[in-house]
């Protein structure tokens, strides 16, 4: 499963998390918030 990078809109809090291409969304690790984004690579 790939490895996606995200940010929190709400506390700014960047993570990363193993996901499946039928998950869902995670919640922020740091304050549990679903106002999360998924972060664009910028590199290979």
């Known amino acids: 499963?790939?490895?996606?990078?995200?940010?929190c809109k709400?506390?700014?809090h960047a993570f990363e998390t193993i996901q499946g291409?039928?998950?869902k969304t995670p919640w922020c690790p740091e304050c549990?918030?679903?106002?999360?984004?998924?972060n664009?690579?910028?590199s290979f």
């Open 1 to 7: 499963m790939p490895t996606y990078a995200y940010t």
């Open 21 to 23: 291409i039928d998950d």
């Open 10 to 12: 709400k506390c700014g």
């Open 40 to 42: 664009v690579a910028t």
């Open 32 to 38: 549990e918030s679903k106002e999360v984004e998924r």
